[in-house]
Structure formats: structure tokens, C-alpha cells
């Protein structure tokens, strides 16, 4: 990963106008400036875009709050980078709303495509989903980042101080282990599924097993079936050809009880049909009487149809003399309601005019109290058209009154408003000075923190520097007890071999020296006894002086381990106080700054106040209220006299209407004088001509003529009545004579018909005779038919039985040999299911090996083990730079347990010229130098196992426990590893190293806009 630019809004201490941190300008730079001013915010912006985590936030519950800029809503990071030959862009925002819970965030993931020359999203559905691919990507985490190749400010030592464990965790992460553990989690599901499958495969073999082990059985009842079935073909053969011959006797006895059907049927066919052919006759004769005795009624039928006819022709007369008499009568009426309307035409032309005639008397009557005040009206209507007149001109004057009055007051809502903002611009300020004050007024306070922190940096350092003589001096009593310990251990060597050679002397009696075989006489050998004698208390001598040193010794160093961890608490005491005072320096720092900001906003303070005292706002605004006062007064508008004024021309605003009703009054009254007398005459003249009748004149010649008409064709209503009520009752007149001649034409025919009938009758009633002794002979030879067809039944019954049981041993004989051929094909299958059981035999143990091979304990300890000469070497080369080869590490991947065997560990030993220590045991320099080593190592180990993915190493502070000297061997250490970096930044506040690189990128931090960057060569 190498960062390409930088975009920051409203990010801790930056605000919004921050122009792009642009990474492609440089390798390897320095970033600096004061402390508080912003340097470590860059790499905040950069870990807070990839992973949502800062420095300063990761700890918060919710990490965006504390790097939202103070007083903002929202924050913007935009960070793109390149990896493995591919540009990508994060976007992370947040927006701060009222309530915490309605915080707003948002994360968007983009790649540059060359085809379009533009970002394409990777954003995923959710936030978190996003963070996961980023994830994913980058192939690390911010506790990996952090732990390797981003070395935070004042957690240098983050990854030496962690467990054993916890680094072990951190370098596998960053060796990019995790790959192993999904394997191992892949290889746990194929093992999984062979178990599942070898269960499946077992339990089908003991199935088989089971079915296998019936085949012999199968055969054996193969055989029995078919030998029954032998048997079973011979009994049906036998009973077949009994009821053959069974069947024959009864298809002749079915032929002939066939043979007696048809002649029963025949039989009730005659008998039916001599029943109908006796209803025929019967019928017949009936008809032959009912025609005789139509035949008997000829004469009074004769005579009806001769009434029937002539009234009938009588009330065809008088039905045309009543048409005729119907159409003359309409024609009358059509006339007669001409001469009504013509009447009514005339009376209603009468009534009109006699209404015009009151209508103009009431217009008169109504008029009159009008005409009677003409001069009153018209002098009351020239009053108030003056009146209305001097109105209209007041009405203009008010309107330019009230225009000048709303453009006054529009100027004065004006100069309020300047007034109001520059009095809310004076309260503002006050409350911004009280706040500030509040701030700056502690200034004393912080720097007395930092008085105090300054203090125990010292105590620190003398702590320090003690707890450093405490263990130059255990170490030389170590030392010196170790010495005394090999001391004792050879002198007791000695002295044991001298009390052995006494022994060995004391108890020989020979001659010889029993030492060196020489000639021993009385004097020699008191001589060497005497020698022995003052060897061994020599040597008891020394032991006891060499055991009274050790006593002295170890109580020395007992007493240097208490005083050492007494040394050690205070160091740590003073260090969580001085960790309390760290930002102290930069409190009061931001104190003088609000101190500088406070004497700025005072002096606004007082400008805006006099700016109020004098008025100087709104000039122009002033001078035009003023302007349109002087218009306004000159106007001399008076409002009591306009409204009197308008309240004379309401009272005279009657005359208005009165004086136009008044001029239409005389303009009727001259209409109606010259038209009432036209209307009486028409009235008289209508009246005259209805007295005298003299209207529709032809109308009523028509009518009379009508009459005459009507009265000359002489229809007799009543006669006409009677004749049609007496010939619906002749009616049947005619029918009855259709009767007679049909019966005269029929008579004849219906006789021959009877004859016939009665001779078939005969006919068919001798045929009956015949047919029924017939019968009698057929029924007397089917008496054995039942007898034939039990037998025939109970024939069939014992074949059915035999052939049933014949059907039965089929369907088990082909049950049993598909059982038999399927134990067969069983055979071939469990011998298939054997080779698939052992396969998933081989499968389980295979994904066992590979699930210990990929695990914790198998290629990942192995690959981790590789990894740790590696990061020996690499921090040892550079230790070795910044120490003169006087400091070493080793890194213990295993440790020897009490109960015997080891455990996985990863534990760092450190070592110097006066042996292995513990890290706590070093000064703050020391470790430093150690962690750093350590971090670079790492950061090479990150670099070089995830091929192109990190290439950037980040430096942020750590160098203020160094001397001189170590500074300079520190920027040789990173000028020496840039070559395996692409992009290497180192953050400082110290001035003696920004010269130290080519580029540095100087950051400063303004009251007003927040911090700035300044690339700087």
C-alpha cells in the first residue's frame, strides 16, 4: 500500500480549506512542526479513512466524536493510495446530529478503471460489509498496521509490550497466516463430509450384509415354487376338461331357453296386441256413433249458419256507418278547437293590455313622491359631486402618505436590523471573550502542570538513572557471586582430593607411597602428613572466607533488588503523573493562544460598541428616513378633515340614486302619457269583436256543415249493440257445419276400417293358441338347467382356486428370483462400497494430517518459526547501528515447562554487555531503541512476506529520549532501510532533525482556519 494523496475537512485540529497532502512528490519525508499543531492528525486521517480507528478515538465508543473538529457537524477524509498496480479511493465521512443516536456515517470503496478514466464504486450494501473489502484488500487489520509498519506516537512499544500471545497473533497476521486457518477450516468440512459419508457407506454395507446372507434361502423356496407350479399345470389341465364338457350341456340349454324367450316374447307380443287392437275397436265404434248422431242434428246446423250469416252482413253496414259518423265527428272537434284558441287568443291579448294599462297607473302612483321632490334631488346631487370630487384628490394625497410612510419605516427596519446584528455581534463577543477568558485564565495553572511535568521528567530521569547504577551494581554482585560460586565449587574440589590423598595415606601401612609408589620411610611420611595437615585447613580456610563473601554478596544483592524495586515503583508513579501532565505543554500552549485570541476579540468588542454609541451604521438608510420626513411633512395631510369629508359625501351619496331614479321617473311618465291612450282602444276594440262573435268565421261554417253531415247517414247505435252480442253465440255455427260434412265424407271409411280391424283380431288370437303350446314343450325340457349350472359353478370354482394358487406361486417365484438376482447384484455392490468405505477411511485420516499440517501447531508455527531468525537479524542489524554492537535480541519461540515438554511462546530477550535483562530493566532510550528496531524489522518482515501490499513506513515521534549521537545513528538506520519502502515518513518536533531528510512537510496551526501543510525541499 502506498498513500498517493490526502484530503482532509474538518479532521481534528483541520478545517475545511485544507488543499490535498499530494504522497507522489516525495520517498521519504519529514513531517513537522509544534506539538498540538497537527502532524499526528495526517496519519489519524489515514487510519480513521482505511479502518474507522484513530489514535486519539480508538478507545471512544463511538471513534468519529473525538476527531470531529471543534464546533463542526461534519468531516470528510478522502485517502487514495496504490496497490499492487491498482489505484483505490476510500471516502469516510461523518455528520454529527443533535442526538448522538442520530449520527450519521458513511464509508465508499473505489478502484480507478482506465477504460473510462474514472473511479468505479466497490462500495458494498452496508458500511460494514465495505470495511470488510477494504479488509480484505489490504490483507490487514489496524492492530496489524499499527504493530508493523505504523509506528505511532509514544507506542513504539506496542508490540514488545504485548503477551507472548498477543505478538504471536500480531505476527501472523502480518506473515498473512490467516490463509492457513481457512484452510484448516476447509480441510474440517471435507473431513467432516468423509465421516458423513463413511457413516452413510457403513450403514449401507450392514444393510447389504444383512439382505446377502438370505440368498441361499432365496434359492431353496425358488425351487419349491416351481416344482408346485408343475403340479398346479396338471390339476388345472384336469378340471379343465371337465368343465368343457360341462359347458357343452349347458351352451344346448342355453340355445333353447333362448329359443323359449323369443317365443314368450311372441306370446306377450300377440297379447299386447290383441289388448290394442280390442281398444281400436272399441274406439272405433265410439266414433261411428258420435258421427251418426251429428248426422241426426243436419237441419237446426243448417239453420244457424244461415242467422250467422246474415247478421254478419248487417254488422258490416253499421260498422262503416260508424267509421264514417267517427271521421265527420273529428273534423268537428279540430274546428271547434280553432274557434276556442282564436278566442282565447283575443282574451289574452284583452288581459295584456288591461296590465300594461295598471301597469302604467302604478308607475305613476310610484313616481309621484319623486316628481314631487325634483329641486331637492338635484341640488343634493351637485353637493355631492363636489364633495366626491375634493374626496378623490385627499384619497391620492393619503396613498403618497402612506407610500412615504412605508418606505420611512422600511428605512427604520433597516437600521434596526444593522443595529440588531451589530448588537448580537456585541453579545456574541461578550460571550465569546467570557469563554475565552474562562480558558486563558488558566494559563498559570497549566503552566504549573508543565512546571511539574518538566520536574518529574527530571525525577524521571535521576529514577532512572539510579535504577541504571542499582543494576550496574546487582550485576557486578551477580558477577562476583557467580565468580565465588566457581571458586567455592574448586575449592571444595581441592579440598575434597586432599582429605582423599590423607585418607588414602593415613590408611596404607605399606612401604611404598601409596600417591606415586615411591619408598616411604618413618620421616617422609610425617612429612606428607604434616603437608596434608596444613593443605586442608588451608583450603577450609578459604571456603569459609569464600561462603562469608557469598553471604555478604547475596545480601547485597538482595538489598540492591529491594532498593531496585523500590526505585522502580516511584519511576512508575512518576510516570503515570508525568503520562497525567503530558498534554499540559500543549494546554497551555492552546491557553496563550486563547490568550492572543482574547485581547483580538476585546478590541472588536470596543470597536462594535462605539460603532453603537455613535450610530455609525446604516447611513444611508438614515439619511433616507429623513428625506421622506421632510416629503411627508410638506404634504400637510390632515386625516380628521379627509375623514369628515368622507363622512358629508356618505350622507349625500343618496342623491346619487335618487337623482338617477328622479330622471328615469319623468322619462316614463312622458312614455306613458303617449301610449295610455293607445291601449284603451285596443282594449275596447277586442271586446267588441268577442261580444259579436266575429272570429274564425270559416271555422265555424265548417262545423255547421259537419253536423249536417252526420245527421243525414242515419247510424243506429243501439241495433248495432244487439248484433254484436248476439253473434258471438253463433259463432259455432260454422264449426258445426265443418262437423257435418266431415262426418258425411267419413262414415263410410270408419265402417271398412272396424271390419278390418275385427278380422286381424281373429287372426292373431289363433296365432296365441299356437305359440303358447310351444312354449308349455320348451319349459318341460329346461327343467335340469339349474341342476347343469350348479355343477358348471362349482367346476369353475375348484379351477379358479387351482389357478389362483397357480397366479400366487408365479408372483413368489418372481419374488424370490429378483431377491436372488438382486442378493447378486448386492455382492458386486458391497464389494464396490468396501472400496469406497476405505477411500473415506483414507479421506478422514488425509484431512486430519491436513487440518494439524495447516494449523496452529503445524506450517503456521513452522512458517512463524522461519520468520523469527529473520526479525533477529533484521532488528539486530539495526540495533547494532544504533548501539555499537553493544545491544542484541533473541526471540524464544518455545519455552521448557516446570512439569517437563515446552510451550509455544514468543518471548524477546534482550542483551548488552552486562547480560540478558529483562525490557523493563532498560532506560527509556534503550528501549526505544530496541522497540524501534524491532518495529523495522517488522515492518521489512510485513513488506517482503505480503509481496507489493505495504510498502510505507510511518515514523511518529520517539526520538526525545535520544542523545545526539543516537539521533544520528536513528536517521542512518532509516536512510539505510528506504530502499525497502517506497514511502517512509518520520514525524518530529525536534529541530535537529528536519534538516536531516530531503523533504519535509512543515505543518502550522492558525486560531482562525486550523492546520496548515507546507511541502517544503
Known sequence: MIPVSLSLKNFLSYGEDVPPLDFTEFDIACLSGNNGHGKSAILDAITWALWGEARKASGDRSPADGLLRLGSTDMRVEFEFDLEGDRYRVIRKFHRRKSAAGNAASLDFQVFDQASNGFKPLTESSSKHTQDRINATLRMNYETFINSAFILQGRVDEFTKKTPHKRKEILADILDLQQYDTLVELAKRHQQQAKTDMAVVEARLESIKDEVSHQAEYERRFDELTQRLDELDQQIATQDAARHALQQQQAELLTKQAQLREKQQQRQQLASELEQLAHRVKRQQEEIRAVQTILDQRDAIVRDVERYETLTQQNRQLEQQAQDIRHLQA??????????????????????????????????????????????????????????????????????????????????????????????????????????????????????????????????????????????AGTQCKTRLETLAAQHQQT????????????????????????????????????????????????????????????????????????????????????????DLRSAEHAAQQCRE????????????????????????????????????????????????????????????????????????????????????????????????????EFAQTERTQVEALRSQIAAIGYDEREHARIREELPRLQTALTQKARLEQAEKSLGQLQQTLDEWQQEQREKAARLSVIETETRQFEGELAAFPQIEQALHQQKAALETLQRERDQAIQEQGIYEHKYQRCLELAEEQRLKAQDFAQCERDVKLYGNLVRIFGKDGIQSFLIQNAIPDIEDEANIILSRLTQNKTHITIESQKDLQSGGTKETLDIKISDELGTRNYEMYSGGEAFRVDFSIRIALSKLLAKRAGTRLRTLVIDEGFGTQDAQALEQLVEAIKTISADFEKILVITHLETLKDAFPVRIEVVKYPDIGSQYQVVR
Open 331 to 472: 273534423q268537428q272537434a279540430f274546428f271547434e278547437q280553432v274557434i276556442d284558441r282564436a278566442r282565447h287568443e283575443l282574451e289574452a291579448e284583452r288581459k295584456t293590455l288591461h296590465s300594461q294599462q295598471a301597469q302604467f297607473e302604478a308607475q305613476l302612483r310610484d313616481s309621484e313622491h319623486l316628481l314631487n321632490r325634483t329641486q331637492e334631488i338635484q341640488d343634493g346631487f351637485q353637493s355631492y359631486h363636489q364633495t366626491k370630487q375634493t374626496d378623490e384628490q385627499l384619497d391620492e394625497t393619503r396613498n403618497e402618505v402612506d407610500r412615504l410612510e412605508r418606505a420611512i419605516s422600511a428605512a427604520k427596519r433597516e437600521i434596526d436590523r444593522h443595529q440588531a446584528r451589530l448588537i448580537a455581534e456585541v453579545e456574541a463577543l461578550t460571550r465569546r471573550i467570557a469563554e475565552i477568558r474562562v480558558f486563558a485564565e488558566k494559563l498559570p495553572e497549566h503552566e504549573a502542570r508543565v512546571a511539574e511535568y518538566h520536574r518529574l521528567v527530571t525525577e524521571t530521569q535521576r529514577l532512572n538513572s539510579e535504577l541504571d547504577q542499582k543494576k550496574e
Open 594 to 693: 486563547a490568550a492572543v485570541q482574547l485581547e483580538q476579540l476585546r478590541q472588536e468588542h470596543a470597536r462594535l460598541t462605539e460603532r453603537l454609541e455613535q450610530k455609525a451604521f446604516a447611513v444611508e438608510a438614515h439619511q433616507q428616513a429623513e428625506d421622506l420626513q421632510n416629503t411627508l411633512t410638506a404634504l400637510d395631510y390632515d386625516q380628521q378633515e379627509h375623514q369628515a369629508l368622507k363622512k358629508r359625501r356618505k350622507a349625500l351619496e343618496k342623491y346619487e340614486g335618487e337623482h338617477a331614479a328622479l330622471t328615469a321617473a319623468l322619462e316614463r311618465e312622458r312614455a306613458i302619457f303617449t301610449q295610455l291612450p293607445v291601449i284603451t282602444q285596443q282594449i275596447a276594440e277586442i271586446q267588441g269583436t268577442l261580444d259579436r262573435q
Open 492 to 579: 571444595q574440589k581441592l579440598l575434597d582430593e586432599a582429605r582423599e590423598k590423607f585418607d588414602l595415606l593415613k590408611r596404607s601401612d605399606a612401604p611404598e607411597c601409596p600417591l606415586c609408589a615411591s619408598r616411604l620411610d618413618a620421616q617422609k611420611k610425617g612429612e606428607l602428613d604434616a603437608h596434608f595437615q596444613r593443605e586442608l585447613l588451608t583450603l577450609e580456610q578459604e571456603l569459609a572466607r569464600n561462603d562469608i563473601e557469598q553471604r555478604d554478596q547475596q545480601a547485597a544483592l538482595d538489598r540492591l533488588r529491594v532498593e531496585y524495586r523500590q526505585l522502580e515503583q516511584q519511576a512508575k508513579t512518576v510516570e503515570r503523573q508525568r503520562e
